[in-house]
């Protein structure tokens, strides 16, 4: 990877919806702006290991959100 965006994604996990934290230092995930149903959105998962993934999870999970100055 050569982070040309520059963009530098940081573990911070995730928080499930039974308030129970996992992968603190393992990966991050993110919450994109597109929902997928009534309870579930497209997220984007970073990790050393896997990359960069696309899943839909329940909008009740805790994910990271990045914000863009436009």
């Known amino acids: 990877a050569t982070n040309s965006s520059g963009f530098t994604a940081l573990p911070g996990g995730y928080r499930d919806t039974n308030g129970g934290f996992y992968g603190l230092t393992y990966?991050?995930?993110?919450?994109?702006?597109?929902?997928?149903?009534?309870?579930?959105?497209?997220?984007?998962s970073i990790s050393g290991s896997e990359g960069v993934g696309r899943?839909?999870?329940?909008?009740?999970?805790?994910?990271?959100?990045?914000c863009v100055q436009d």
């Open 27 to 44: 990966g991050a995930l993110f919450w994109s702006s597109f929902q997928n149903a009534a309870a579930t959105a497209w997220d984007r």
């Open 55 to 66: 899943y839909s999870d329940y909008k009740a999970d805790g994910f990271s959100v990045r």
